[in-house]
């Protein structure tokens, strides 16, 4: 069984940066990419970025572009971070890792999330 294990959240106020991290745990696997979702109360997850492994190629959403970094550590440990700078308000949510594994045709291992709030 593989799991990912975010952390990293907390309490910042806007303005201020944070930086997530999001590491597998249990077997290897292999996968095409790895991303951030987020939620907000009362609102449904929504797609922060993504990092395709070969490569190491970025997409983000239009409302964190310029904003947030996706980056990993290395190839082998298959651990990513989201560098979150200028935070808002409006970025206070629950962030999820997720990874889409070879063969897989959507995002199908999810982690349990860590909480980011954003102070004004």
Sequence with gaps: QVQLVESGGGLVQAGGSLRLSCVPSGRAFSHYAMAWFRQ???????????????GGSTEYADSVKGRFTISRDSI?????????????????????????????????????????????
């Design 40 to 54: 907000a109360p009362g609102k449904e997850r929504e797609f922060v970025g993504f990092l395709r492994w070969s």
């Design 76 to 120: 082998k440990n298959n651990k990513i971070y989201l560098q979150m700078n200028n935070l808002k308000p409006e970025d206070t949510a629950v962030y999820y890792c997720a990874a889409q594994t070879v063969g897989a045709t959507s995002w199908n291992i999810w982690g349990q999330g860590t909480q980011v709030t954003v102070s004004s």
